[in-house]
């Protein structure tokens, strides 16, 4: 019974569907208010984790997220039959990794947020979807970089981690689409950038909505 009340499901449009699976303070601290936000604006279903500490179930993990009663049943139904969904997984990174992959890139650092999608042999999204949501945040003031291809744990590759949960149970991209965002401290998920954050995640995210790849 206590885990059904540590998962909030905000209702709306399942084109876009956002998931915070670490959303408490301690873990990706705010990506619980930036999810809140995005999904008000964009008036979207979300997934939001309010009370469960990632040590106690990480349900970004596959094998512990089947732990949990209610986590998976509910993403499952977020996707709605001969439609096609966009999983938004948010997630926050230390600003010194965001370093590090701006290094890992050779991009000009510091970077906001980083995408990552799989790799080419387990892609969980269209690189036509990713490029234009990279190219959308990054004009509305969120610098936004894929993840570096081998050496990153952002790029949403391993099968144990959710962003490939669909994939894994043969969902095709013209029924669902997953990517993760990891967005950084400094100015992204700091208290008094928690709105501005939302809003251009909101916009990137409805820019998506509106192109049909």
């Not at 998976?72 to 996707?79: A, E, F, P």
């Not at 969904?85 to 947020?113: F, L, Q, T, Y």
Request: glycine content about 8%; aromatic content about 6%; some cysteine.
């Amino acid at each position: 019974g206590r885990h059904n009340k540590e998962i909030r499901l905000l209702s709306g449009s399942t084109d876009i569907v956002l998931v915070a699976p670490h959303g408490l303070a301690q873990d990706d601290e705010n990506t619980d208010r930036i999810t809140q936000q995005t999904s008000e604006r964009l008036v979207c279903a979300a997934i939001i984790n309010i009370g469960i500490p990632r040590k106690q179930l990480d349900l970004n993990r596959v094998q512990q997220a089947k732990r949990h009663p209610t986590f998976l049943q509910t993403l499952k139904s977020t996707i709605a039959q001969g439609e096609r969904s966009r999983i938004i997984w948010v997630h926050g990174m230390k600003d010194k990794s965001a370093a590090v992959e701006a290094g890992n890139i050779d991009a000009a650092a510091p970077i906001d947020c980083l995408i990552g999608y799989g790799l080419p042999d387990r892609l969980t999204a269209h690189p036509d979807t990713i490029t234009c949501l990279v190219s959308w945040l990054n004009t509305t003031g969120l610098r936004t970089v894929v993840a570096a291809d081998d050496r990153s744990k952002f790029r949403g590759h391993s099968t144990g981690n959710m962003n490939q949960w669909f994939r894994n149970n043969g969902y095709p991209f013209s029924q669902v689409e997953s990517l993760q965002l990891e967005l950084s401290w400094n100015g992204v998920r700091e208290e008094a950038y928690i709105s501005n954050t939302a809003t251009i995640l909101a916009g990137a995210l409805q820019q998506i909505m509106n192109t049909d790849f």
